[in-house]
């Protein structure tokens, strides 16, 4: 089993800029995959960034230029870097590992940008 624990959401200003945390422990093989999807009320869940373990990255187009998805793949952890925060990226941000065909969620942070 795999646990995905995610931090770093909150209430922050158009323009302004949040770093999400998500700390995996469990059975990570490698090669696998890990990013970020979202889901903002009354819509679907939809991918933001993943990068595998061999460091190919993939961005949204809607936040390409503004977040940037990095990885410590000895402490198993990835990040999203999110500057220039716009109302529309407000949602819950799930963490995702994709390891040997198998998705693993975490339980989610929320993220709101509201002046």
């Known amino acids: 089993q795999v646990q995905l624990v995610e931090s770093g959401g909150g209430l922050v200003q158009p323009g302004g800029s949040l770093r999400l945390s998500c700390a995996a422990s469990?059975?990570?093989?490698?090669?696998?995959?890990m990013g970020w999807y979202r889901q903002a009320p009354g819509k679907q869940r939809e991918l933001v960034a993943t990068m595998a373990s061999g460091g190919n990255v993939n961005y949204a187009d809607s936040v390409k230029g503004r977040f940037t998805i990095s990885r410590d793949n000895a402490e198993n952890m990835v990040y999203l870097q999110m500057n220039s925060l716009k109302p529309e990226d407000t949602a819950v941000y799930y963490c995702?590992?994709?390891?040997?065909?198998?998705?693993?969620w975490g339980k989610g942070t929320l993220v709101t940008v509201s002046s």
């Open positions: 469990g059975r990570i093989f490698s090669p696998n995959a």
């Open positions: 995702n590992a994709q390891i040997w065909g198998k998705d693993y």
